[in-house]
């Protein structure tokens, strides 16, 4: 089996060539070797490759700066999907791509659902949302995995931010009212592997392709977050210049950025695990190991 992996330079996409590596023969597509926002380049590296899967973590992940740079966003998000879909259906390829809980509306304290109506309220989240659209509509045999808060060891993240800021000042104050789960790249990367490594057992036919939530289990907020992330690096020995408990709890309305963030980014994982039979750990145990490898 061949497959194409975009992004490999972020933090999903390490994770990727990782577990992807004992499966198949993987070709990394990182922004130097295909610029996926480039159409003619990105059907041009897929026909030259002809792969038997293409895997897409490649995207415009600037929330803030999608706001003003609507038309990349657009490229990166939207089109690449769409295109990717295309160029696989020719080659009888399946896709498998990653979206984001951004395509809700946010609101609320229930578990998003697969089937519950979306309602971007930023350009990133609409392009994400349209992105999986196009890609479904191009090729049936896709699959999309909707995630939340990622965090790798590889790349930037939240965590990392929080590590650093903790060495530099005194005080601290951190949005307390969004509410999600942290998922490690690692824990998506191996997802994925177990994925691949059933379609090359199986085959394409009859495999369960479609949009389901991958998130781990739990849900915290990203206060409670840079507690848990604070208090990991001290008892490991780190000096910081900030307790976990001094760090202060605000609300969204009191840090104003360019893009609305969703209050509530809690996805309903059931139909993935009933589907696949894979369990989704806690938060806590993905960020563990994500912090164990960082400090």
């Known amino acids: 089996m061949k497959l194409l992996l975009t992004g490999g330079n972020g933090q999903l996409g390490f994770e990727l060539q990782r577990s992807l590596a ?13 610029d996926v926002s480039d159409e003619a380049a990105l059907r041009a590296m ?3 490759v002809r792969p038997d899967g293409i ?4 995207a415009y992940t600037g929330v803030d700066r999608a706001e003003s740079d609507q038309a990349m966003a657009r490229k990166v998000n939207a089109d690449a999907p769409r295109i990717m879909g295309e160029e696989a259906t020719k080659l009888g390829a399946f896709v498998i791509h ?9 609101v609320g304290e229930s578990f998003y659902k697969e089937t519950d109506a979306t309602m971007p309220q930023n ?3 609409l392009t994400k949302r349209d992105g999986e659209l196009a890609l479904q509509a191009a090729c049936a045999n896709s699959l999309v995995m909707r995630t939340s808060w990622v965090v790798g060891a590889h790349g930037g993240n939240f965590a990392k931010t929080m590590l650093r800021l903790a060495t530099e000042r005194d005080a601290l104050s951190v949005v307390a009212d969004q509410y999600g789960a942290p998922t490690s790249a690692a824990l998506l990367a191996d997802v994925t592997a177990q994925l691949v490594g059933r379609i090359k057992q199986q ?14 289990s739990g849900v915290t907020n990203w206060h409670t977050y840079a507690k848990f992330v604070i208090a990991h690096a001290i008892k ?8 976990p408990e001094a760090i202060k709890p605000i609300a969204s309305s009191d840090y104003p950025v360019p893009a609305k ?21 806690h938060w806590e145990q993905g960020v563990s190991h994500v912090l164990k490898q960082i400090l």
Do not use: W
Not at 205 to 215: A, S
């Open 236 to 243: 490991a020995g780190k000096t910081m210049k900030i307790q």
């Open 98 to 106: 990653y979206s984001t809980d951004y395509v809700f509306e946010g």
């Open 123 to 125: 350009v990133y989240g």
């Open 55 to 58: 895997i897409n973590p490649a």
């Open 22 to 34: 004992p499966l198949a023969d993987v070709v990394v597509a990182g922004s130097a070797e295909c």
């Open 46 to 48: 897929i026909q030259q």
């Open 203 to 216: 085959g394409l036919q009859g495999f369960p392709f479609g949009l389901y939530h991958v998130v781990a």
């Open 261 to 281: 963030r969703p209050l509530n980014s809690r996805l309903d994982t059931r139909l993935f695990q009933d589907t696949f039979k894979l369990k989704l750990p």
